[in-house]
C-alpha cells in the first residue's frame, strides 16, 4: 500500500468521524461541548506541566517561578524513587533485576513461549535476579530493608500474580471437587482470603505469622509480604477459574472421558484451556488491581514506587512538591496498566480466532459472572 493511498485512508476516517459527530443538531452540541470541557482541562494542566514548568536547577529555581511543575525535583529524586534505599553506587543492579522479571513477564504474555521451558526460565530468572538485588559472591549483600521503589513492585506483582495462578486453579478445582474435603478446604481458604482486605492478610503474614514461630528462626519481612500477595491472588483468581469451568458445558468433560482420556487429561487439555479463554478479560482486571495494590506494603516497613515518590518528596530541600512526585509515580501506573489492558484486548483477539487442535470458535465472553448453580 503507497503512502498516498495510507493518507487518503486515514482522511477519510477522521472525515467520517467528524461527519458523525456533527450529523444531527443534538450530536453537534454534544460534540461542541465535549471539546470545550476538555480544553478547559487540558489547557491549564499543558501550561503547568509543560508551558511554566522548570525542567533544571534546584528547589530556589522552582520556588522563583511558582506557576509551572517542578520537574527539576524529579530530575534530582528519580534515583531514590526508582530504586528507594538502594545504595546509589550499586543502583544498577535493581535495574538489572527489574529488567529480567519484565524480559519473564513479556515471554509469559507471548502464546509461542507458553511451553515447559517457561517453567524453567521463570526458576532461572528469578534466582538470577534475587542474587543480583541481594549480593553475594563478590557483590555486596545489600538486605531488603534497603531495597524499594519501582524493582519491588514488579516483583511482588510478577511473582505473587505468577505464584498465585496455580494455587488458584487447584483451589477452584477444589471448590469444584465431590469429596467433601478438598471442596470444603477450599472453600474456606478462598472465603477466608476474600473476606479480608490485602492490608490484613499481610498484617497477618509479617506481623503474626512470626510469633508462631520457633525462638531463634525469623524470616524475611519482603519473602513474607510475596508469599501474603500469592496467597491473596490465589483466591481472586481461584473465583475468577470457577466462574470459568461453570460456562464450560459438562459435555466437554464425558467427550474426553469417552475418548479414553483420564480425568487430569481432559481436565489439563479440553475443559481448563476453554474456561481460561474465557475469563481472560477478569484476569487483566485481577493483574491491573495487583499492579497498583502494592504500594498497601508500606505498613509492614517496606517501599514501592508510590511510597519512595512520597518520601522524596518529605525531603527539607524539596518540600511542597509532592504534585510532581505523584505525578511521577502515577504515569509509571499508568503505563504499566495501560500496557496490561491493551496486552489483554490483544490476546483477546488472538484467543477467539479459530483454534485447529481445539475447534473453539466461540468468542471471548466479555462477562465471568456464573450462572445460578
Given at each position: 500500500?503507497?503512502?498516498h493511498?495510507?493518507?487518503r485512508?486515514?482522511?477519510s476516517?477522521?472525515r467520517?468521524?467528524?461527519r ?7 450530536a ?5 461541548i465535549?471539546i ?19 525542567w533544571?536547577?534546584d ?13 527539576a ?8 524513587i526508582l ?6 553506587a550499586?543502583?544498577?543492579?535493581p535495574?538489572?533485576a ?16 507458553w ?17 543480583v538485588?541481594?549480593g553475594?559472591l ?7 530493608q ?10 511482588l ?5 505468577a505464584g498465585g ?6 483451589l477452584?478445582?477444589g471448590?469444584?471437587s ?5 471442596r470444603?478446604t ?26 508462631a ?12 509480604a ?17 466462574s ?14 469417552a475418548?479414553g ?5 481432559t ?5 481448563l484451556p476453554e ?5 481472560l478479560?477478569s484476569?487483566i ?10 504500594s ?9 514506587l ?8 518529605q525531603?527539607p ?6 504534585t ?10 499508568f ?7 491493551r496486552?489483554?484486548?490483544w490476546l ?6 479459530v483454534d ?8 471471548l465472553s ?8
Amino acid at each position: 500500500m503507497s503512502d498516498h493511498t495510507v493518507r487518503r485512508t486515514r482522511w477519510s476516517a477522521v472525515r467520517d468521524l467528524l461527519r458523525a459527530c456533527f450529523a444531527t443538531p443534538s450530536a453537534a452540541i454534544v460534540t461542541i461541548i465535549a471539546i470545550a470541557l476538555a480544553a478547559a482541562a487540558v489547557i491549564p494542566i499543558a501550561r503547568w506541566a509543560l508551558v511554566n514548568a522548570t525542567w533544571f536547577g534546584d528547589a530556589t529555581d522552582c520556588r522563583r517561578a511558582a506557576t509551572g511543575a517542578c520537574w527539576a525535583f524529579v530530575r534530582h529524586k528519580a534515583g531514590f524513587i526508582l530504586f528507594g534505599l538502594y545504595p546509589a553506587a550499586q543502583r544498577w543492579r535493581p535495574g538489572i533485576a527489574a529488567a529480567i522479571l519484565v524480559a519473564l513477564v513479556v515471554c509469559t504474555a507471548m502464546p509461542r513461549c507458553w511451553t515447559r521451558w517457561l517453567l524453567a526460565a521463570w526458576a532461572l530468572g528469578l534466582t538470577v535476579a534475587v542474587f543480583v538485588m541481594r549480593g553475594g559472591l563478590g557483590l555486596g549483600v545489600v538486605p531488603t530493608q534497603q531495597w524499594g521503589g519501582l524493582p519491588v513492585t514488579i516483583m511482588l506483582t510478577a511473582i505473587g500474580l505468577a505464584g498465585g495462578f496455580p494455587l488458584g486453579i487447584a483451589l477452584a478445582l477444589g471448590r469444584r471437587s465431590r469429596r467433601p474435603v478438598p471442596r470444603a478446604t477450599a472453600t474456606a481458604i478462598v472465603e477466608v482470603v476474600r473476606g479480608v482486605p490485602l492490608i490484613a492478610v499481610l498484617y497477618v503474614a509479617v506481623l503474626v505469622f512470626p510469633l508462631a514461630l520457633p525462638a531463634g528462626l525469623s524470616v524475611d519481612k519482603l519473602f513474607l509480604a510475596q508469599a501474603a500477595v500469592i496467597v491473596f491472588a490465589s483466591a481472586y483468581l481461584a473465583e475468577a477459574v470457577r466462574s470459568g469451568l461453570q460456562l464450560v458445558p459438562p459435555r466437554r468433560l464425558d467427550a474426553g472421558l469417552a475418548l479414553g482420556l483420564g480425568w487430569w487429561q481432559t481436565m489439563q487439555r479440553i475443559v481448563l484451556p476453554e474456561a481460561l479463554r474465557t475469563v481472560l478479560p477478569s484476569f487483566i482486571s485481577i493483574a491491573v488491581g495487583f499492579f497498583q495494590d502494592t504500594s498497601l506494603i508500606v505498613i509492614i516497613g517496606l517501599f514501592d514506587l508510590l511510597n519512595t515518590a512520597r518520601s522524596a518528596a518529605q525531603d527539607p530541600n524539596w518540600l511542597g512538591f509532592f504534585t510532581e512526585a505523584f505525578v511521577f509515580a502515577g504515569a509509571i501506573y499508568f503505563c504499566g496498566s495501560a500496557a496490561l489492558s491493551r496486552y489483554g484486548l490483544w490476546l483477546e483477539r488472538r484467543m477467539a480466532r479459530v483454534d485447529p487442535a481445539m475447534r473453539v470458535t466461540r468468542p471471548l465472553s466479555l462477562s465471568v459472572a456464573a450462572p445460578p448453580e
